[in-house]
T-cell receptor
Framework: ELKVEQNPLFLSMQEGKNYTIYCNYS?????LYWYRQDPGKSLESLFV?????AVKQEGRLMASLDTKARLSTLHITAAVHDLSATYFC???????????FGKGTRLHILP | DTGVSQDPRHKITKRGQNVTFRCDPI?????LYWYRQTLGQGPEFLTY????????KSRLLSDRFSAERPKGSFSTLEIQRTEQGDSAMYLC????????????FGPGTRLLVL
């Protein structure tokens, strides 16, 4: 069964702290995506990761990919309140169920 | 570039009725995706097009669902004989196919089936 699992599913943290969201997937993949979704809004693309060892950074967010472990991480550095949102990882399986999303990690950053 | 637009934004219908949603992608984008999202869940892939060709369709997608993209521009998603379980947000995304493909999502159409 094709699975994409995120953890934690909910995270409440203080401003200024660091934390990591994990995304495990169950089969080989062409590419992995990270998205942000604000309440009542649509999804915003954050990162596309293609190859083993890929690392991308934008502001306080850094995403990495380990294809051998089938694991991606989204690291938040010195969190600020504006980063409060739900973060999804999604994996392109390259076949029928082409893109599988995780359940999302709801991040709440306390000021 | 006005982004991806979807119409209508909200739709309430009675069980058994047919509904049709429209998505207008970013103009130069050749790929168009449809997803469904229920509360507290991640989006679920439904189908996608490259230009006017429908390349993949989720195995989970009922035969009541059909999508078209005539002329490779806008797309429509039709649900026939709606059921209460079809209530969800229907999201459209478009992209220009490259190795670093980035999908741009529309605001979604929220469907409520009574």
């Amino acid at each position: 069964e094709l699975k994409v699992e995120q953890n934690p599913l909910f995270l409440s943290m203080q401003e200024g702290k660091n934390y990591t969201i994990y995304c495990n997937y169950s089969t080989t993949s062409d590419r992995l995506y990270w998205y942000r979704q604000d309440p009542g809004k649509s999804l915003e693309s954050l990162f596309v990761l293609l190859s083993n060892g890929a690392v991308k950074q934008e502001g306080r967010l850094m995403a990495s990919l380990d294809t051998k472990a089938r694991l991606s991480t989204l690291h938040i550095t010195a969190a600020v309140h504006d980063l409060s949102a739900t973060y999804f990882c999604a994996v392109d399986m390259g076949r029928d169920d082409k893109i599988i999303f995780g359940k999302g990690t709801r991040l709440h950053i306390l000021p | 570039d006005t982004g991806v637009s979807q119409d209508p934004r909200h739709k309430i219908t009675k069980r058994g009725q047919n509904v049709t949603f429209r998505c207008d992608p970013i103009s130069e984008h050749n790929r168009l995706y449809w997803y469904r999202q229920t509360l507290g869940q991640g989006p679920e892939f439904l189908t996608y097009f490259q230009n006017e060709a429908q390349l993949e369709k989720s195995r989970l997608l009922s035969d009541r669902f059909s999508a078209e993209r005539p002329k490779g521009s806008f797309s429509t998603l039709e649900i026939q004989r709606t059921e209460q379980g079809d209530s969800a947000m229907y999201l459209c995304a478009s992209s220009y196919w490259t190795l670093q493909e980035t999908q741009y999502f529309g605001p979604g159409t929220r469907l409520l089936v009574l």
